[in-house]
């Protein structure tokens, strides 16, 4: 009688040489694309991995070969603090086994200068290089330099912001889309009577801000009408010009009734809504949980903080640099990131 749960065995290589009436070390070869092998036998060998159901235990292969994985990731150069979570981030998990035989490298970049961020993309060696995940803006010339890297081998992953017209492999971030929409019904839930909204980011070629707008606008424009989201306020990552375009605005627009911040620079923000005098009459939302907008959320000054957890993105950004390395499945309900709203109630 066989024993139940029996037909449950997963097969083996030794399963694999019996089946294609090879020799192990060939199975060995195929299996590691070794060369000296003839192309009948490898699609001997590769039939049989078919029928037999093989699943390859590519962590212990790669054990066996001591493989030391190489990433770098591409960071805005900022004194934003989300970015600096996200390299916190990375630290912990270089040292905890999360990030076992890999080498990690962090480089950061001024995120509203595509030339460098292109310049930076091109000088790198990617043959001391497995794969790259990057939080940068899209511009023609950067899927270009993706381009390249893509011919060179490297996995490409993009991080928080999009570029979904490039050959990078995944996009590891929440829907900012989504995003955009649930601060749209936040908005339009806590403001107080009818009025403008002012809507402030760094720029719109970042493809996280040009799709939380979208988003923010649609859920606006269809339920909440009494609410006018004025045209978007650009930083261009210059705190100096947030500070004063937000100070000239709030002076010039007595029918503010609320703020939706899409980018960084949410010091700053403060700041001049603090100086402005309006601060309290206003309803304010932001994204990302950084120290400071825990402070204004436990002082009441924000409204709510719609955010990602940087440990969950740097997590998945590692196992799908890894899979695409490997020629693994990427599983995308594991990577999926969650958006996550935060009130002075709920602060983790």
């Known amino acids: ?22 020799s192990l070390a060939t199975v060995d070869r195929v299996l590691n694309a070794r060369p000296g092998v003839r192309a009948k036998t490898i699609a001997r060998v590769n039939d049989a991995v078919s029928r037999l159901g093989y699943v390859r235990d590519t962590y212990a292969a790669n054990l066996a070969r001591q493989r030391q994985y190489r990433f770098a990731f591409l960071l805005p150069e900022s004194s934003s ?13 270089y040292s905890s086994n999360v990030a076992d035989r890999t080498e990690l490298k962090v480089i950061r970049v001024p995120s509203q200068d595509p030339h460098a961020i292109v310049r930076t993309l091109k000088s790198m060696n990617t043959s001391r290089l497995d794969g790259l995940a990057m939080m940068v803006p899209e511009t023609p010339q950067v899927r270009d ?20 017209n490039s050959r990078r492999d995944f996009f590891v971030g929440v829907n900012s889309i989504a995003a955009g929409r649930t601060a749209g019904l936040l908005m339009g839930r806590f403001v107080r009577g009818p009025g403008e909204i ?22 606006i424009s269809r339920e909440f009408r009494s609410i006018t989201a004025l045209p978007t306020l650009e930083s261009y990552g210059d705190l100096a010009r947030l500070q004063r375009i937000v100070e000239t ?3 010039a627009r007595r029918d503010l009734v609320g703020v939706y911040s899409m980018g960084s620079g949410n010091m700053t923000l403060m700041s001049a809504l603090r100086g402005s005098g309006r601060l309290g009459e206003l309803d304010v939302l932001v994204h990302e ?15 709510a903080v ?6 969950h993105l740097v997590r998945s950004a590692l196992r799908v640099l890894r899979n695409v390395c490997d020629h693994r499945p990427i599983y995308e309900a594991q990577e999926r990131v969650r958006i996550e709203v935060v009130l002075r109630e709920n602060l983790p």
Do not use: W, Y
């Open 1 to 22: 009688m066989r024993e139940k749960g029996a037909d449950l065995a997963r097969p083996t290589v030794h399963d694999i040489a019996k089946e294609a009436g090879v």
């Open 81 to 93: 603090q989300f970015a600096n979570a996200l390299q916190e981030a990375l630290q912990e998990a």
């Open 145 to 164: 330099a993706v381009s390249r890297l893509k011919d060179s081998g490297l996995a490409v992953v993009t991080l928080v912001s999009d570029l979904p």
């Open 198 to 219: 002012l809507v402030v980011t760094d720029s719109l070629q970042s493809r996280d801000s040009l799709e939380r707008r979208l988003g923010f606008d649609a859920v």
């Open 249 to 251: 605005a709030v002076a």
């Open 289 to 303: 949980l950084t120290p400071a907008m825990r402070c204004a959320l436990q002082d009441n000054e924000v409204t």
């Open 306 to 311: 719609i955010a990602q957890n940087v440990g």
